[in-house]
């Protein structure tokens, strides 16, 4: 339902990779979960029980990435439908606490456990950020990846807000114009 799940999708949609979303139990389930299929979303399912049962039900393969921004529950769900050898990316964790870590599901199953953050990344490979640009930005332009964002009444709460949380701020701007002739 992030703004980063919602080109997760469409992204694996391109290379036509089956993805498995989870998204909390809330009243407009079936809205979000509607658009999420819209956008390429393979199985869209709320965040609640046991995720394997699941995909043993649907008789979908068990996953080789996952890719958690919520963390607590959320990050232990998402390492117990691993395949072994398969790789955990957690890059938030909205618990606001100290999340249990799935050492089980490291041990036994010999997940690859990843943080990522975004400004660390940007920091440490300046030219990663131009490549991921043009990569993304003729997708984007071709109306292949489309986000539905928050949008604050005024720009100074949107920053106000990332401030409280020591958010980095990456502000992206796309013109209605032609890049390629700027």
């Given at each position: 339902?992030?703004?980063?799940g919602?080109?997760v ?11 498995i979303n989870?998204i909390d139990?809330r009243?407009d389930?079936?809205?979000l979960?509607?658009?999420l299929?819209?956008k ?11 995720v394997?049962d699941r995909?043993?039900?649907s008789?979908a393969?068990?996953?080789r990435?996952?890719i ?15 395949r072994p050898?398969?790789?955990l990316?957690s890059?938030?964790s909205s618990t606001?606490k100290?999340?249990?870590?799935p050492?089980?599901a490291?041990?036994y199953?010999?997940l690859e456990i990843?943080?990522f953050?975004l400004y ?9 950020f131009?490549q991921?640009?043009h990569?993304l930005?003729p ?14 009444e ?10 409280k ?6 502000l992206?701007v796309f013109?209605e114009r032609?890049?390629g002739?700027?």
């Amino acid at each position: 339902e992030s703004v980063v799940g919602q080109a997760v999708i469409q992204l694996c949609s391109i290379l036509q990779i089956k993805t498995i979303n989870l998204i909390d139990d809330r009243e407009d389930f079936d809205e979000l979960a509607d658009v999420l299929t819209a956008k390429g979303a393979t199985h869209v399912w709320k965040n609640t029980g046991s995720v394997l049962d699941r995909i043993r039900r649907s008789r979908a393969m068990l996953p080789r990435l996952g890719i958690d921004a919520k963390g607590g529950d959320t990050l232990r769900r998402v390492a117990e439908t691993l395949r072994p050898d398969s790789t955990l990316v957690s890059y938030g964790s909205s618990t606001q606490k100290v999340d249990p870590f799935p050492f089980a599901a490291l041990l036994y199953q010999n997940l690859e456990i990843r943080g990522f953050w975004l400004y660390k990344w940007l920091k440490d490979h300046p030219e990663g950020f131009d490549q991921m640009t043009h990569l993304l930005l003729p997708l984007v332009e071709d109306e292949k990846i489309h986000v539905e964002t928050s949008r604050w009444e005024r720009l100074e709460e949107s920053f106000e807000a990332m401030l409280k949380v020591r958010m980095p701020i990456v502000l992206l701007v796309f013109a209605e114009r032609d890049l390629g002739k700027a």
